[in-house]
T-cell receptor
């Protein structure tokens, strides 16, 4: 049981280049999320997918697109990278804590992206 | 809308001393509260959570947090810290469990705990 996996671990892009960050979970969770983490800013939600076939914008969606490929996989795409997108990106998935209506999130190890 | 305030961005403490990391939240609805820990160059791991019942919750490695509804706080404490506790700690809140968005978490900006030998 690998949990949440992300690829790649590190990436350097030049301004204007595009790339896709991959995320997969093997816990059969319905909900998946993409966050970015910047120093002193905590985690900010970029996009989320409450269930397979649905995606919604989070707090900071500009410059990103997502695809919920199937229940396991949720990718994040940068169409034209900018230096402001230099960050650490985390994928997460969640399940409902039985009978509570609360959701516990499980995080991947992160992708460190630098845009020059 | 919900928000989480972690009052200290950095907390240095000597090994074996007690520590308190403060968290206050703002919400107009019932909440569930979480503390996550991030060790250097790793992802976030759940440390403990408050859902209902006893307002004092504990983790397996000696941390505890107390939900105080009147003060809208969920402070994290440990009576004696170890070097291995050096990490960044994030407080998070989720909203009305019967409403839309209950699966979303709002995070604080984090508190870096540095344990000094």
């Amino acid at each position: 049981n690998a949990g949440v996996t992300q690829t790649p671990k590190f990436q350097v892009l030049k301004t204007g280049q595009s790339m896709t960050l991959q995320c997969a979970q093997d816990m059969n969770h319905n909900s998946m999320y993409w966050y970015r983490q910047d120093p002193g800013m905590g985690l900010r939600l970029i996009y989320y997918s409450a269930s397979e076939g649905t995606t919604d914008k989070g707090e900071v969606p500009n410059g990103y697109n997502v695809s919920r490929l199937n229940k396991r996989e949720f990718s994040l795409r940068l169409e034209s990278a900018a230096p402001s997108q230099t960050s650490v990106y985390f994928c997460a998935s969640s399940e409902e804590l039985s009978g509570t209506g609360a959701y516990e999130q499980y995080f991947g190890p992160g992708t460190r992206l630098t845009v020059t | 809308a919900q928000s989480v305030t972690q009052l200290d961005s950095q907390v240095p403490v000597f090994e074996e001393a007690p520590v308190e990391l403060r968290c206050n939240y703002s919400s107009s609805v019932s909440v569930y509260l979480f503390w996550y820990v991030q060790y250097p160059n790793q992802g976030l791991q759940l440390l403990l959570k408050y859902l209902s019942g006893s307002t004092l919750v504990e983790s397996i490695n000696g941390f505890e947090a107390e939900f105080n509804k009147s003060q809208t706080s969920f402070h994290l404490r440990k009576p004696s810290v170890h070097i291995s506790d050096t990490a960044e700690y994030f407080c998070a809140v989720t909203g009305n469990p019967s409403g839309a968005g209950s699966y979303q978490l709002t995070f604080g900006k984090g508190t870096k705990l540095s344990v000094i030998p």
